[in-house]
């Protein structure tokens, strides 16, 4: 189809990870997105990964890209309460962003 | 903070009125992008400008236009408006909008805007 598609939510607890999953639909995409929406904000860019990449690591942060599956991930080691927020997943078609529905993160103390 | 700016941060109009967005892109950036963000549609991209030129036009319906000025802001004109074009605004900027790591796009904190 022509979605991103991500699950809605999750919940999880203080200090356990977090695993934010992602398909996407182009194989042609060059680059893919994670951005972060906390209440009444914009959009923060969280990380990004470049399609010939398997896998990027920025401190507590771990994508992993399949492009087999045309499948992303968001891994999210130690996740705290400010962790809460909504997590987007964008594949860039041309240089337009298509984004997912967003993941809503709850992390319960 | 992402560097782009974006104002009124809230605006409430009447249907049928028309309204402006108004975009600061990051220094040194050259391209600006629109996108609506609404309960039901999720965020749809909108328009690219790149220098003043349109680049890449999304799901903006008839009633909208934007611009981009010689000192590289934008603007959104939405007009006619009705109910369903209440959502969020937002405004991002890239380097060159060619491809390549400087497409990577910082968004603005957006416009959130109530039609009643």
């Known amino acids: 189809g022509e979605d991103v598609e991500q699950s809605l939510f999750l919940s999880v607890r203080e200090g356990d990870s977090s695993v934010i999953n992602c398909t996407y639909t182009d194989s042609s995409s060059t680059y893919l997105y994670w951005y972060k929406q906390e209440p009444g904000a914009g959009l923060q860019l969280l990380t990004y990964i470049f399609s010939n990449m398997d896998m990027k690591q920025d401190q507590r942060l771990t994508v992993l890209l399949n492009k087999k599956d045309k499948h992303l991930s968001l891994r999210i080691a130690d996740t705290q309460t400010g962790d809460s927020a909504i997590y987007f997943c964008?594949?860039?078609?041309?240089?337009?962003?298509?984004f997912g529905k967003g993941t809503r993160l709850s992390v319960i103390a | 903070d992402s560097g782009v700016t974006q104002t009124p941060k809230h605006l409430i109009t009447a249907t049928g009125q028309r309204v402006t967005l108004r975009c600061s892109p990051r220094s040194g950036d050259l391209s600006v992008y629109w996108y609506q963000q609404s309960l039901d549609q999720g965020l749809q991209f909108l328009i690219q400008?790149?220098?003043?030129?349109?680049?890449a036009k999304g799901n903006i319906l008839e009633r909208f236009s934007a611009q981009q000025f010689p000192d590289l802001h934008s603007e959104l004109n939405l007009s006619s408006l009705e109910l369903g074009d209440s959502a969020l605004y937002f405004c991002?900027?890239?380097?060159?909008?060619?491809?390549?790591?400087?497409?990577?796009?910082?968004f603005g904190p957006g416009t959130r805007l109530l039609v009643l």
């Open positions: 400008y790149y220098n003043g030129e349109e680049r």
């Open positions: 964008a594949e860039m078609r041309n240089t337009p962003l298509v």
């Open positions: 991002a900027s890239s380097g060159l909008g060619t491809g390549g790591y400087q497409e990577t796009q910082y």
